[in-house]
């Protein structure tokens, strides 16, 4: 069960670190043109939800891996259920249907993380 906690939780680490990175250092102008939705946030939100999967990304991995406060994985794994609860909730009002699967599926695979997270505490 911990190699397949490790490989989805690298996984969700990954595109959590990529989508926080690419919000963060891209141009609000390229980035509303790239993804459409960032024009219904002010580039703040934008910005601060980059951190949150950055943060995601680092919390998925680095408690586990330093076995440093281990149930911080687990908890980084809510916080990115949550984050594509929300993502979800948008990408439904804007009618962005092609967005919608990946976000239940990215959703579905952090909660896996975070219940099995849990279980082998």
Request: aromatic share 4%.
């Amino acid at each position: 069960m911990e190699i397949a906690i490790g490989i989805v939780s690298g996984l969700l680490a990954l595109v959590n670190l990529a989508a926080g990175a690419m919000k963060i250092i891209t141009p609000r102008e390229k980035h509303v043109a790239q993804q459409p939705w960032a024009a219904d946030f002010s580039p703040v939100a934008v910005k601060l939800i980059g951190v949150a999967e950055v943060l995601a990304a680092i919390g998925l991995i680095v408690p586990r891996l330093l076995d440093i406060a281990p149930v911080l994985s687990p908890l980084a794994a809510v916080g990115v259920v949550v984050l594509q609860i929300g993502a979800f909730v948008v990408h439904a009002r804007r009618g962005e249907k092609p967005n919608l699967p990946v976000n239940a599926v990215i959703a579905v695979l952090a909660a896996f993380v975070a219940v099995a997270g849990f279980a082998t505490l």
